[in-house]
C-alpha cells in the first residue's frame, strides 16, 4: 500500500523546547538516563550525538539547554501535527510521536500527484503548528519512513531497491522492537546491508533466526512487517465506557485510560489476540467526536494501551479538541495478531504476586468508589521531619521518593519516630517556669527551660522532659523556611503522658508529631 | 495426625511466649488453624490466643498507633497487604521503623462518608484491613463488616472501640527513656498492652513490650553510645546554594 509518512526531526527536542518558549536557534537536547536521545540541529553542529553521556555533551557545548526525556510531553504536542495532517488526509496513524503515517492515494489524487501532496503537507504542518517536517511516499510503512528520513519519493514497486543499499542499521527504529543484537550478528555475517539480508531467502532466515528477524527480513525485502492476511478483529472486542460526570482533566482521563485498557487487553487476550493498531474515539458533551488511531511495532500490553490512551486525552484537552468535557470514550482494535508474545505472566509470581494482584484489584475498587486520588502506597524518602520523608504515591503510579533518602540529612530526627504526624501543626504554647514564652534564639538556642506547653488552646501540661532544639535552616535561601528548630517534649504525668514533637518558626510553636 | 499438629503448634508457642503469659484456652490449635494466623511480632505473640492474627477475627487495637502499626509489623513483611482507612496522621516512617513493609500498604486516607463501602472492597482483596472510624460508623455496619472478614478471610484491625471484637488490645500506660532536661532524645518506650476478648481470649493477659528504634522487643535495649545530644552527626554536605551561586556567576 502506498504509505506517506510525515516525520518531524529531534521531535522530543521540538516538544521540549516549544513547551518551555525556546527557539529552536539554541543547541538543546533531551537526556534519558543520562544519555542524549535527541539533540537539535544547532546541537549537532557542535558535536553532540546519541548516546552521549550528558556530562560529554555538556563538555562540548557549554551552553547546551538539556531537557528530561518525557514520553507524555512529546505526545501531547504531537497531537496538534496530527490534526494538522488530518485536514488534508484520511486514516490519519500515530506510529509514535514525532511520524505520522497516511495512505498516499487520497492525497496524491485529490492535489495532482504524490509531489504536491507533499508539499502541501509539509506546508499545512509549517503553517499550522510551526514545526518543520520531511514527507517520504513509498510502498510500506517502513520504506516510507525511511524515505521521509531523506525526503524522498520512492516509486510504485521500487521499494526494495531504494531499500537494498541502506545499512542494516535502519531495522532499529525508535519505538520499535530491540534489534541491536541481530543487527550486530548480521554485521558481524557479513551483510551490511538490507540488500543483503534480503537476499537471503526466507527460509534460510526462518530457520537460523528468531521470530523478529523474520519480521526484520520481511521490512529489508520492502514488504509489510506481517503478512497481509491479518485476523479482522471480532466486532465485539471494542470496549466503551459512558464517563459520568465527563472527564475534564488530565488526572481523571489517566484513570478512566487505565481501567479501559485492562479491560481490552483482557478482551483480546480472552481471543488469544493482541492489539497493534489501537483506534481510540471519544464523543464531548456536546457530540463532539475525535478520534486517532495508533499504531504500534510491537503487540500493546495493558501499560502500552494505558500510555497511548492517556497520552491521547491529554492531547486533545490540553490544546482545547473538545469544548466541553468527554463524555463517552471507546477503544477498537484496528487490526491484531496472535498474541502469543504477550504471555508474560506466566512467570512474574513468586506467591506474593497474587495477593498482589487481589490488594490491586481492591484498590482500583476503591479508586472507583471515591476517584484516583484516593488511594496511596506510601514510598520513604530523604528529609529532616517525619513529615517530609513520606511520599504518597496514588495507587497506579511510579513508585518515586520525593528526596534522595541515601543523602546526608543532617538534623534529621533520632529514631524511634512518632506513630502520629499531623498533616496540619497544630498550635501550642511553650512558656517557662516565670511564665514568660519560650523562644529560639538566633544561635538555635533555647531562651528557658520549657516548664509547661498548652496544646491548641487546651490547659497547659507540666514539661516533664525535654531535648533539641534540633536546627534545621532548610532553604533559606528561598525565604520560605518551614521551621527553624525542632524539640521533643514529655507533658504530663504518667500514666496520661503524651510526648510531642514541636517546632518553632517565626516566634510561634506548633505541634508536628505525636509519639503516640 | 492431629496430636502431633497440636504438640507442634504447643512448642511453637511456648517458644515465643514471655513468662506469665500462656495460651488462654489451651490446646486448642491445629495446623490448619495456624495456617489460618498471620505472623505477629514475637514480643506481641503471647496476647494473642492464637499466636498471632487469626484469619476472620476482629483484632480492635485502643490508645496507640504505636501498637497498630507494630501489629502489622509481621504479616506485610511476609507478603500480606494491609490496607488502612481513615488514618491520614499515620506516621509512615514509623511504620517502616516498626518493620512494616510499607510498600505493602494501602492508605486511604479520606474515606468519607463511603468509608463502610471501602473497608469492604479492601477486605476482599487484602489480608489486613485497619479501620478508624471513632463514631462515624453505625454498630449494624460495623458488625456487617466483621462478618465480611470472617467471610473472606481477612482480619479486621478497627482502630478504637468496636461492637462485637473478637480481641481487644489495649494500650494501658508508656514509660519513655533517653529524654532528660534539654538533652538526649526519646530513645526507647516501655509499653504495657492488655488484651482481653470473647471465647478463648476471655481470660485477660498483659504484656509489656520495648519499641527502640530497632523495632519492637520483648526485652529492653541498652541505650547506644549515640544516645546523647546532638543524635547523629554526619558529614556536612556542601550547600545547595553554594552550587547554585557559581552557576549564576558563570553564566
Not at chain 2, 153 to 166: E, H, I, R, S, T
Request: hydrophobic fraction near 45%; aromatic fraction near 4%; charge should be neutral.
Amino acid at each position: 500500500m502506498r504509505t506517506a509518512v510525515i516525520w518531524c526531526p529531534d521531535w522530543p527536542v521540538v516538544a521540549a523546547a516549544s513547551s518551555a518558549g525556546l527557539p529552536v536557534t539554541i543547541p538543546m537536547a533531551v537526556v534519558a538516563a543520562n544519555r542524549v536521545v535527541a539533540s537539535s540541529a544547532v546541537a549537532r553542529a557542535e558535536g553532540i550525538r546519541r548516546g552521549m553521556r550528558r556530562r560529554e555533551a555538556q563538555g562540548r557545548c557549554p551552553e547546551l539547554v538539556v531537557f528530561d526525556d518525557d514520553p507524555v510531553r512529546d505526545a501531547r504536542l504531537f497531537e496538534a501535527v496530527a490534526a494538522a495532517v488530518e485536514e488534508l488526509a484520511v486514516g490519519v496513524e500515530i506510529v509514535r510521536p514525532g511520524l505520522v503515517a497516511v495512505p498516499a492515494r487520497g492525497p496524491a489524487g485529490y492535489f495532482g500527484g504524490e509531489e504536491a501532496a507533499a508539499e502541501r503537507l509539509i506546508d499545512q504542518v509549517a503553517d499550522r503548528v510551526g514545526v518543520e517536517c520531511q514527507v517520504g511516499v513509498a510502498d510500506g510503512l517502513f520504506a516510507a519512513t525511511l524515505a521521509a528520513h531523506r525526503g524522498v519519493l520512492v516509486e510504485p514497486g521500487a521499494s526494495a531497491g531504494f531499500l537494498a543499499p541502506l545499512a542494516v542499521n535502519e531495522l532499529a527504529q525508535p519505538g520499535g522492537p530491540e534489534r541491536t543484537e541481530l543487527i550486530d550478528l548480521l554485521r558481524r555475517l557479513g551483510l551490511r546491508t538490507l540488500g543483503a539480508f534480503a537476499g537471503i531467502t526466507e527460509r534460510d532466515v526462518a530457520t537460523r533466526f528468531d521470530a523478529d528477524a523474520i519480521r526484520a527480513h520481511r521490512l529489508a525485502r520492502g514488504l509489510d512487517e506481517r503478512p497481509p492476511s491479518r485476523r479482522r478483529p471480532p466486532p465485539d472486542l471494542a470496549i466503551s465506557e459512558e464517563l459520568d460526570p465527563p472527564v475534564d482533566r488530565v488526572d481523571a482521563a489517566a484513570f478512566v485510560a487505565k481501567s479501559l485498557a485492562d479491560r481490552l487487553h483482557a478482551g483480546l487476550a480472552a481471543h488469544g489476540l493482541a492489539c497493534t493498531r489501537l483506534g481510540i474515539y471519544a464523543r464531548s458533551e456536546r457530540e463532539e467526536e475525535l478520534g486517532r488511531v495508533w499504531r504500534c511495532a510491537e503487540p500493546l500490553t495493558p501499560n502500552g494501551i494505558a500510555d497511548r490512551v492517556r497520552w491521547q486525552l491529554d492531547g486533545w484537552l490540553r490544546t482545547g479538541g473538545p469544548t466541553a468535557g468527554i463524555r463517552t470514550l471507546w477503544l477498537e482494535p484496528e487490526e491484531v495478531v496472535e498474541g502469543k508474545a504477550l504471555q508474560l505472566d506466566l512467570w512474574r509470581g513468586e506467591g506474593h504476586a497474587e495477593a498482589g494482584e487481589k490488594a490491586g484489584r481492591a484498590m482500583v475498587r476503591v479508586q472507583g468508589l471515591l476517584g484516583p486520588e484516593s488511594v496511596y502506597t506510601p514510598v520513604l524518602g530523604g528529609g529532616r521531619d517525619p513529615a517530609e520523608r513520606v511520599r504518597l504515591v496514588p495507587w497506579g503510579e511510579e513508585l518515586t521518593p520525593a528526596a534522595d533518602p541515601d543523602l546526608p540529612w543532617p538534623g534529621q530526627l533520632p529514631a524511634p519516630s512518632p506513630a502520629v504526624v499531623f498533616p496540619d501543626p497544630v498550635p501550642v504554647t511553650v512558656v517557662d517556669k516565670t511564665g514568660e514564652p519560650v523562644r529560639v534564639t538566633d544561635r538555635d538556642l533555647l531562651t528557658a527551660d520549657p516548664a509547661t506547653v498548652g496544646v491548641n488552646g487546651a490547659p497547659p501540661r507540666p514539661v516533664t522532659g525535654w531535648a533539641g532544639p534540633w536546627p534545621a535552616n532548610e532553604r533559606w535561601w528561598a525565604k520560605e523556611t518551614r521551621c527553624q528548630a525542632r524539640i521533643q517534649v514529655l507533658i504530663g504525668t504518667e500514666p496520661a503522658q503524651a510526648a510531642l514533637l514541636l517546632a518553632y518558626h517565626e516566634g510561634a510553636w506548633t505541634a508536628h508529631a505525636h509519639y503516640d | 495426625m492431629s496430636g502431633s499438629a497440636v504438640t507442634r503448634a504447643a512448642s511453637l508457642m511456648s517458644g515465643a511466649m514471655p513468662d506469665g503469659v500462656g495460651v488462654a484456652s489451651g490446646l486448642t490449635l491445629t495446623s490448619v488453624d495456624r495456617e489460618r494466623v498471620l505472623p505477629v511480632s514475637q514480643a506481641l505473640a503471647g496476647l494473642f490466643p492464637w499466636g498471632g492474627l487469626r484469619r476472620g477475627s476482629t483484632v480492635a487495637v485502643r490508645g496507640s498507633v504505636t501498637v497498630l502499626l507494630a501489629l502489622l509489623a509481621e504479616a506485610t513483611a511476609s507478603g500480606s497487604w494491609a490496607g488502612v482507612v481513615g488514618m491520614p496522621r499515620l506516621g509512615v516512617v514509623a511504620a517502616a521503623e516498626l518493620g512494616v513493609a510499607v510498600s505493602r500498604l494501602a492508605l486511604v486516607p479520606r474515606p468519607g462518608p463511603d468509608l463502610p463501602a471501602v473497608a469492604g472492597a479492601l477486605l476482599d482483596g487484602m489480608d489486613i484491613v485497619v479501620i478508624a472510624a471513632a463514631g462515624r460508623l453505625q454498630e449494624s455496619h460495623a458488625r456487617r463488616l466483621s462478618a465480611r472478614a470472617r467471610h473472606r478471610g481477612a482480619v479486621l484491625v478497627p482502630f478504637g472501640p468496636w461492637p462485637g471484637a473478637d480481641l481487644e488490645l489495649t494500650h494501658v500506660r508508656s514509660h519513655w527513656a533517653g529524654l532528660a532536661k534539654g538533652y538526649g532524645h526519646f530513645h526507647s518506650r516501655e509499653l504495657t498492652i492488655a488484651a482481653r476478648g470473647r471465647g478463648s481470649a476471655a481470660r485477660p493477659t498483659t504484656a509489656t513490650v520495648f519499641v527502640s528504634r530497632d523495632g519492637m522487643a520483648a526485652t529492653p535495649t541498652p541505650l547506644p553510645s549515640d544516645g546523647v545530644w546532638p543524635p547523629e552527626t554526619g558529614p556536612v554536605p556542601v550547600e545547595p546554594s553554594m552550587v547554585e551561586n557559581v552557576t549564576r556567576l558563570r553564566a
